[in-house]
């Protein structure tokens, strides 16, 4: 008898240990939620390289906390709405479910809302969502949209100008006709631009044509130029005719970004594109841990702005830039160095 029952203790002790074994093997053996998340850039240029950098090393870097795996599916549209459909499959890739959407500038995510997806979408290196009509306000989406936008204030801009060269008091700028993105944007520089004593010389250009007309008409009106996001501005022909222009004309331009300075523009004031994936990353992660919801995101404006001046242009015009204002630069363009 008590042999029997040493036995059944045994025999009972050793499936204890089994159980124990396979709950241990099945909690390791547990695979990670793979969460799948498109991203959509506006195109193939390298301008949008930072961004997607930032936002994939930011998502990398919070899986273990979220307990996920991420797959990450990379698209970039080809220009037109027909074109992008048919050739790069944007309406296949939104029949894959991804739980998550990320659009890089203004095309990605105009034509992703014209789908109606209906999972949180975050878009990045757009200048006014509301004006696009993706969201209802900056502080209150509303909608399954929100993100980042690319905007530092026109005030901020005009502000580094002036600390550049404080002379400047008439700027022009080009921008396309019935653009709404543009219009907002320069609807709020005209209080700026009037609160820092500048008077703004706004010349519209008819959708595709060349900007040298345009710019010929700004013959004495302006002393300073300045380049925004819109391709009447800063399109690459559009950008060398202005750059051109301004060197005719001895004059500074203000550019759209640290590229268009070392093009041949006196300063820029920019976000830093990679801080911009960074943090659309970091929005990711409150999305996809369930702390919160799309609709009651707001939109963040940059969080890290980049100055940077070209000191080989200044001499060039003349311009004494102060070395505390040259201290402060991310980046000074000085081939004497």
Not at 81 to 95: I, P, R, S
Not at 96 to 108: E, F, M, N, R
Not at 169 to 186: H, N
Request: net charge negative; with cysteine.
């Amino acid at each position: 008898m008590k042999g029997s029952a040493w036995a059944a203790r045994v025999f009972w002790l050793v499936c204890l240990c089994l159980c124990v074994h396979c709950k241990a093997s099945d909690f390791e053996d547990s695979p990670v939620p793979i969460v799948p998340v498109l991203m959509i850039r506006s195109s193939n240029n390298a301008f949008y390289d930072a961004t997607q950098k930032g936002f994939l090393q930011s998502l990398k870097q919070q899986e273990q906390a979220l307990n996920i795996r991420t797959k990450v599916t990379v698209i970039s549209l080809a220009g037109s709405q027909d074109t992008d459909q048919k050739n790069v499959g944007l309406e296949q890739a939104l029949k894959q479910h991804p739980q998550l959407i990320v659009t890089l500038g203004t095309d990605a995510t105009v034509e992703t809302a014209a789908l109606h997806p209906d999972v949180p979408v975050l878009f990045t290196l757009v200048l006014n969502p509301v004006a696009l009509g993706v969201v209802k306000s900056l502080d209150a989406p509303g909608t399954n949209f929100s993100g980042t936008t690319l905007l530092v204030s026109p005030g901020k801009q005009l502000e580094a100008l002036l600390q550049v060269d404080p002379s400047v008091s008439r700027v022009g700028v080009l921008y396309t006709q019935g653009d709404p993105v543009s219009q907002a944007f320069l609807g709020a520089a005209q209080s700026d631009a009037q609160r820092l004593h500048i008077t703004l010389v706004t010349v519209a250009v008819k959708n595709g044509d060349p900007s040298d007309a345009a710019l010929q008409s700004l013959d004495g009106k302006v002393d300073a130029l300045w380049t925004i996001a819109d391709p009447a501005s800063s399109g690459p022909q559009a950008l060398q005719a202005t750059l051109n222009y301004a060197h005719t004309h001895n004059l500074p331009v203000l550019g759209l970004s640290s590229a268009t300075v070392h093009a041949g523009a006196l300063v820029a004031l920019s976000p830093d594109l990679e801080d911009e994936g960074a943090l659309t990353g970091e929005l990711a992660g409150y999305l996809l841990s369930g702390s919160q919801k799309i609709e009651q995101m707001r939109v963040r404006g940059p969080r890290k702005a980049l100055l940077c001046i070209n000191l080989d242009v200044a001499r060039a015009l003349k311009i004494k830039i102060p070395n505390d204002v040259l201290h402060l630069a991310d980046e000074v363009i000085d081939s004497e160095r």
